[in-house]
Nanobody
Framework: QVQLVESGGGLVQAGGSLRLSCAAS????????MGWFRQAPGKEREFVAG????????NSADSVKGRFTISRDNAKNTVYLQMNSLKPEDTAVYYC???????????????WGPGIQVTVSS
């Protein structure tokens, strides 16, 4: 079992940056692939980025490529999402999730954080 808690969200102007963190409890964090998802009002939850257990492989949605970077520190049981050049359309609740594979399918993730709001003003 692993419990996840996101932090680092907030309000930022377009073009700005934020770094989200997701702290995990438990000693099995390093065995999980991790993902970031987001859900905007009135829209379905969508995949943002994923990273494998070691951090050696990552993938991301086309909408955030070149702007967002996922990384992890297994010694700190934490996964990060560095978000640069933020746009108003990035406004959403962001969730981190733990699963056995870093695919974009949310159903493949077993554990979820409660989510954190990111708001980008124009």
């Amino acid at each position: 079992q692993v419990q996840l808690v996101e932090s680092g969200g907030g309000l930022v102007q377009a073009g700005g940056s934020l770094r989200l963190s997701c702290a995990a409890s438990g000693r099995t964090f390093s065995t999980y692939a991790m993902g970031w998802f987001r859900q905007a009002p009135g829209k379905e939850r969508e995949f943002v980025a994923g990273i494998n257990w070691s951090g050696g492989y990552t993938n991301s949605a086309d909408s955030v490529k070149g702007r967002f970077t996922i990384s992890r520190d297994n010694a700190k049981n934490t996964v990060y999402l560095q978000m640069n050049s933020l746009k108003p359309e990035d406004t959403a609740v962001y969730y981190c999730a733990a699963g056995r594979t870093m695919v974009p399918d949310s159903e493949k993730y077993d554990h979820w954080g409660p989510g954190i709001q990111v708001t980008v003003s124009s």
